[in-house]
């Protein structure tokens, strides 16, 4: 809450102070920025009610945002689209407010502001900072991506983003709902240090994410002219539209192997390796760092540089098994 807070205001100060957006960005941004506040307090909502198997609510909060904005595109949108920032915010709300009763009235779990001097806070505040770090050295691969691509013109970026967004709808709607009672049931497993049940369930989930996930990204492949076709009719050429196929073929392997780690690095985390996991992130950072060099050096094509991400991500793979089989035989003896 704090630091949206503190990004919230600082958004204004710089907004405010400086010509750094246009009029409509600033008028719809102006609003549109709470959004931020809300957004991290739902998620931290999500992550209590799915640990208390109130899976739904994941899904709840999506849901009650795109039918809102989906009924106000239709009836209501005209030519100002800050209609769109409002009832974001209110549908948000109304979701955050179905969270709460059901923390506050079927979970009877309480709230309260707890002081820096607790134990338990220092640490939360010290491993979220390690986690932070480490996701902002895997992030580089985004802009390391964008820098690539834009290279070759603001289009093929643009073709990138409809293939990656296929990719993250298989991730959504397959492989979401069962990786939410996974991590569940693991943080459950691991807090009663029942450790001999953690290879049945990885195993278990490793294969259900692993089938659907292939199985849902052969179907997409082969669906994919046809989705464009019916929503983007006339936008795509034919070699537009095999581009984002080609480019398709790439994301599904990068994230076949997220897919894979998934579980890993779930018990990873539960096992408190923050030390590890940021170290993993750097191995990652300098490999496509290092990658992109030599993509730049010899004026390789992008396919080359979605190689050098597939690698390393397979790297982060193969040092997460490692580590997670390290902790298995120690936490079993």
């Known amino acids: 809450v704090v630091l ?32 931020l506040l809300l ?13 208390e198997h109130y899976y739904f609510s994941s899904y709840l909060v999506d849901f009650i945002v795109i039918v809102s904005n989906i009924l106000i595109v239709i009836f ?16 948000s709300s109304i979701a955050f407010l179905v969270q709460l009763y ?17 134990k338990t806070i220092r640490k939360i505040y010290k491993n979220s900072f390690k986690i932070n770090i480490g996701g902002l050295l895997y992030s580089s691969k985004d802009i390391l991506i964008a820098t690539v691509l834009t290279s070759y013109g603001s289009g093929l970026y643009s073709l990138f983003s409809y293939a990656n967004k296929f990719v993250g709808v298989i991730l959504q709607v397959v492989n979401a709902p069962i990786v939410n009672i996974f991590v569940t049931n693991i943080s459950h497993i691991v807090a009663k240090k029942d450790y001999t049940n953690i290879a049945p369930n990885v195993k278990k989930i490793l294969f259900k994410t692993i089938v659907l996930y ?26 537009e ?4 196929q ?3 073929i790439y994301m599904t392997a990068y994230f076949l ?18 030390n590890y996991v940021l170290f993993v992130n750097f191995v990652f950072f300098l490999f496509i760092g290092l990658g992109f060099i030599i993509f730049k050096v010899y004026a390789l094509n992008y396919d080359y540089f979605f190689l050098f991400l597939i690698l390393a991500q397979l790297s982060n793979a193969i040092l997460y098994v490692s580590r997670y089989q390290v902790c298995m035989k120690r936490s079993t003896l």
């Open 76 to 91: 209501f949108l005209h030519d100002d689209i800050i209609i769109l920032a409002y009832s974001t915010l209110i549908a």
């Open 214 to 239: 292939m199985l849902s990204s052969i179907l997409v492949f082969f669906l994919l002219p046809q989705v464009l076709y019916l929503f983007f009719a006339g936008k795509f050429s034919s070699d």
């Open 4 to 35: 949206s807070l503190l990004i919230i205001g600082m958004y204004f100060f710089i907004t405010n102070n400086f010509n750094v957006l246009s009029l409509e960005q600033k008028y719809f941004l102006d609003v549109f920025i709470f959004y």
């Open 39 to 51: 957004q991290n307090l739902i998620n931290f909502n999500k992550t209590i009610l799915n640990l």
């Open 257 to 274: 192997i997220v897919t894979v780690e998934g579980p890993f690095l779930t018990v990873l985390n539960l096992f408190k390796m923050f």
């Open 102 to 118: 059901l923390i506050y009235f079927r979970l009877s779990i309480k709230f309260k502001v707890a002081s820096f001097r607790e």
């Open 241 to 244: 539209i095999d581009t984002i």
């Open 246 to 248: 080609y480019i398709f």
